[in-house]
């Protein structure tokens, strides 16, 4: 008998077989067109074959999956490729998720910009990595990280390069910090602060070391000298080997008239004062005096008298609120200067609104000492130094806070800088918990080396109100501590377990993973076995769904109860008695009349043979399926009526 269409006969002639781009029927059945997402390459027993993930196949019957061409992709069956999202790519054939391309990571089901201070240097689905100390990236979307230039530093994840405080530079690789800062030629301090070196001293080259005096007979006028801007004192020149040596001396040098007069000092005595221009309360400054005869020379020969230094305003019978002065309030002569490492506590109070702090005035300070050349000792006083004291943010060195004293019964407070110890920080030297200037605790997400040293490995951080507010979480990552007020210490960006993820990390908690999902953390990489399953994000509900099964499984997403349960869901292979033939399927349907299937599995029910039938539908074993009486049969097989 001939064979049905589209089939033509085995080379036995016994049965027959379904042509390419058919699906195998029984003997003496129809054979059925591929539908599309499925193929059958050649005549063969059997059924048509999904298209396996990264192709795809759009129309039904003969013809082979095509691979999906670049920038697209495909999970098994489909019928069309996928394009890839904005900031991403995928090679020809590949399956599942597209790769971010170079500068952006995955989060959320989107390829988004690195953050400013990180990079990520090719496509791909590594997440993007902090730009090492020393460099930065201040666009988002960087493939790669810039060296900060001389004089400033970077720690790694840094956005910008923060500039050394001034007359400092940097001369280590990859500066991280402003422990990397120096003071440059001329200048001296600890790279913190760096102070011009006084008249008289000199300091060659960069480096932590202190200014020191010129040579011997040789003074140097500007501030932040070097070695050659000492220049020979009146009465000496530098005409021989460099060094300075008298006038008319035996050497038969003639030298000219001398800088600041004849080589003879006038028997009138001055006190000239030099001091910062800006202070800061409680912080060390240095001050020099001089002694100057009438020609403004300074008077070398002076090594004897002793000077004091007080607050002229505690001078006033009227101030009720001195400054305090810290450090050496003594100092003796030393060719003819005196050099003080003083600090100034003054005096401030608060405005009337009771928040803001004011400056009650500014510290004046005073230089007095007995002459000890003059036969009389007479007294000499130097001119009233003016403290100009920083207000406000620049009150205190960043880093530091404006710690108040207790109020006297005027209301002032005496103030004093304090610099933040480890495990703290301050951004603003007023600001802290019940407007009290304090210094700030450590951000859960951070690492604080005190002062406004301050690291955080991950997230977006940005200085709000003077202190450090989380503002995004990369990928993988919980925001924690922030919702309608910060909760400064709790900031962090948790990170997400492996088995679970993140829809979106400023706003969602991490997820357990469902079971019929592979996750990394940050979302859904892979669809576990079986291949197919389609998965949606439910951004209402903040969860991935998973909306169908592939051929022969169905949804499980619920719990015993049927209370939906994100965590459960997977695709379950159709149990005995039940079948699922769609391409896409929710549920197993029972196996027609006339069929049965007797085990869980994806394949379809099984139909009765020759001569046998069945009524029911639903059957889980082939004893369904009756014998036809003596002497008769069915037409095919699967028959539902009687023979």
Known sequence: ?????????????????????????????????????????MARLGPCVVCPA?????????????ACGSGSYSFANATTCVPCPANSGATPGQSGYCNCLAGYTWSAGLCVPCQAGTYKASQ?????????????????????????????????????????????????????????????????????????????????????????????????????????DCICSAGFTGSLQGLCVPCNSTTGVVCNRAMYGSCIASDMRALEVRGPSVAQAGIAFTAVVLKRDFYSQQIKSDSSSLLRVSDASSLSQNNE??????????????????????????????????????????????????DAHSKSGADMTSPTLRVNVSTGRAACPRGSVLSL???????????????????????????????????LACPAGGRCAG??????????????????????????????????????????????????????????????????AVCDGSGLVARAEPAGAVWVADMEQRIYRLLSCPTGYRVVNSSADGVFAQQLQQCSACPEGRECTAASCQTCLPCAPGSFKDMAGPFPCTLCELGTYATAAGATSETFCRSCPLNSNTRNRGQVREC
């Open 1 to 41: 008998m001939p064979c049905p269409p589209n089939s033509d006969s085995s080379p036995n002639r016994s049965t027959c077989i379904c042509r390419a781009g058919y699906a195998s029927g029984p003997d003496g059945g129809l054979c059925v067109l591929c539908a599309a997402g499925t193929y059958k390459d």
């Open 54 to 66: 990264g192709t795809f196949k759009n129309v039904p019957g003969p013809g082979s999956c095509a």
């Open 124 to 228: 791909g689905s590594e997440p993007c990595v902090a730009c090492p100390s020393g460099s930065i990236s201040a666009a988002p979307a960087s493939e790669a990280c810039s060296e900060c230039l001389a004089g400033s530093y970077a720690a790694a994840g840094d956005s910008r390069c923060t500039e050394c405080p001034p007359q400092a530079t940097t001369e280590v690789d990859a500066p991280v910090s402003i422990a990397d800062c120096i003071c440059r030629a001329g200048y001296e301090g600890d790279g913190w602060t760096c102070s011009a070196c006084p008249a008289g001293t000199y300091k060659g080259k960069v480096g932590p070391g202190a200014c020191m005096e010129c040579p011997a007979n040789s003074f140097s006028v500007g501030a932040g000298a070097g070695i050659h």
């Open 321 to 370: 609120s001195p400054s305090e002065i810290v450090g050496a309030t003594l100092g003796t002569m030393r060719l003819g200067e005196t050099r003080f490492s003083l600090g100034v506590r003054p005096a401030f109070h608060r405005a009337d609104d009771g928040q803001t702090i004011e400056l009650l005035s500014m510290p004046q300070l005073v230089f007095q000492g007995s």
């Open 405 to 439: 004293g207790a109020a006297s019964h005027t209301g002032a407070q005496i103030g004093s800088c304090t610099r933040c110890r480890a495990g703290t920080y301050s951004l603003d030297p007023l600001v802290g918990p019940a407007s009290e200037p304090s210094c």
């Open 451 to 516: 002062g406004d040293e301050v690291t955080f490995a991950v997230g977006d951080w940005a200085e709000e109100q003077g202190m450090f507010v989380l503002k995004s979480c990369p990928p993988g990552h919980e925001l924690v501590g922030r919702s309608d007020q910060v909760d400064a210490a709790a900031q962090q960006c948790k990170p997400c377990l492996q088995t679970e993820y993140v829809m979106d990390p400023n706003r969602d908690s991490c997820t357990a993973c469902p079971n019929g």
